[in-house]
């Protein structure tokens, strides 16, 4: 059993930084894609990044390309999402979650993850 656990929310103001971190424990997590997502009040949950199993590769959403950067550091089991330059609009619950099957590249689709966190609030003030 995978557990994961999000850290480094909080609430900022229009155009400054945060880094959330997502630690996991249980299973190393070295072959396997992870991803984040956010879900703001009354809206879908939507993709944000996602990076493959051995960090080669990385996927953004539209919204945050150029201002987001997702790294991992598998000997920490960890994953992190870089904000910069952050807007009123990212404001949400950011999720990381583990992908289903081993060794996939990083995947924009909530299905293909089987593993969740509980979720960081991220509020952006204008």
């Known amino acids: 059993q995978v557990q994961l656990v999000e850290s480094g929310g909080g609430l900022v103001q229009a155009g400054d930084s945060l880094r959330l971190s997502c630690a996991g424990s249980?299973?190393?997590?070295?072959?396997?894609?992870m991803g984040w997502f956010r879900q703001a009040p009354g809206k879908e949950r939507e993709f944000v990044a996602a990076?493959?199993?051995?960090?080669?590769?990385?996927y953004y959403g539209d919204s945050v390309k150029g201002r987001f950067t997702i790294s991992r550091d598998n000997a920490k089991n960890t994953m992190y999402l870089q904000m910069n330059s952050l807007k009123p609009e990212d404001t949400a619950v950011y999720y990381c979650a583990v992908d289903k099957l081993a060794l996939r590249l990083g995947r924009p689709e909530k299905e293909a993850y089987g593993y969740w966190g509980q979720g960081a609030q991220v509020t952006v003030s204008s």
């Open positions: 990076i493959n199993w051995d960090g080669g590769r990385t």
């Open positions: 249980g299973r190393t997590l070295r072959s396997y894609g």
